[in-house]
């Protein structure tokens, strides 16, 4: 039995997506805040299963039998998201699992000033006290390129704040990659890195834009207190602005520039590079 966290959203539930491509349903279990969200799952013989990282009893429940458990690492900038980890992972353990996986951040390394960063180093130790054979999944940044690169398509620009190399990483490889893990015959003790196989900068975004469009894209280099002022303009609070700004502050800083090979090996063919998702992104 593999427990899935988080199924209903994008991350977990494409990695149940791709584990029901490589096991039976009934070796599936998912954990899960509204059960009639993951009712799509349930009718396809997956064992569905109340449970939040606020309730450790729910928890222990919802992982009963579980061989492996692949927590999905939350997200609420307002929650105590290490005490919320602890309770993950203590039940968890309580359950009997062999096996604790996590889906951790690429570049999660002491003095990285991107607050998240140290949400997953200390869940990393959390899990390293545990006692129990744990895996780190530092996936590289998946999120959509248009919350990174701005409105480039309608004004011609990528006005952002100084960056610096990241290896954009497509989130549905992401997904099949911790379903390889899982099923596969292969342990990985500790932190692996899940990313590109390539680091780019805006300014290679706007070339590569510039290619697929036929028509110039220029990076400007915005202050950093401009841009945080006109996130501000456009009703993005102020305390989410000065978050997203780290972000860049960490890209400029090479927290990210590091790119790895495993998720191709993984995958058994090379990941979808920024290029590829910016031309599906140019025509849709």
């Not at 991350?11 to 029901?20: F, I, K, N």
């Not at 309770?87 to 951040?105: C, D, F, K, M």
Request: charged share 20%; aromatic share 6%; with cysteine.
């Amino acid at each position: 039995m593999i427990v899935v966290t988080g199924a209903t959203g994008g991350l977990g539930g494409t990695t149940v997506e791709h584990l029901l491509k490589r096991i039976p349903a009934d070796q599936i279990g998912i954990s899960v805040r509204d059960t009639a969200r993951a009712q799509h799952f349930a009718d396809r013989g997956v064992r569905v299963r109340q449970g939040t990282y606020e309730d450790p009893a729910a928890l222990r429940d919802s992982f009963a039998g579980a061989e492996q458990v692949l927590l999905v690492s939350g997200n609420d900038p307002d929650a105590d998201m290490v005490g919320l980890h602890r309770n993950a992972v203590e039940a968890a353990v309580a359950a009997g699992a062999r096996r604790i996986l996590y889906t951790s951040q690429h570049g999660a390394v002491p003095g990285n000033p991107y607050p998240p960063s140290d949400i997953h180093i200390a869940t990393e130790a959390l899990l390293d006290d545990s006692g129990v054979p744990w895996t780190a999944l530092r996936n590289g940044a998946y999120g959509p390129l248009d919350q990174v690169l701005g409105p480039w398509q309608r004004t011609g620009v990528i006005a952002q704040p100084q960056d610096g190399p990241v290896p954009y990483t497509d989130r549905a490889d992401i997904a099949e990659a911790t379903a390889v893990v899982l099923t596969g015959d292969r342990s990985f003790d500790g932190p692996v890195d899940l990313t590109a196989p390539n680091a780019v900068t805006f300014d290679d975004v706007a070339e590569i834009a510039s290619a697929l469009t036929g028509r110039p894209v220029e990076r400007v280099v915005l202050d950093d207190e401009q841009w945080v002022a006109d996130r501000i303009a456009i009703g993005v609070p102020e305390q989410m602005a000065r978050l997203m700004l780290t972000w860049y502050q960490a890209a400029r800083s090479g927290c990210f520039a590091e790119a790895g090979p495993l998720l191709a090996e993984l995958l058994g063919r090379e990941p979808r590079t920024a290029a590829e998702r910016l031309a599906a992104h140019v025509a849709a």
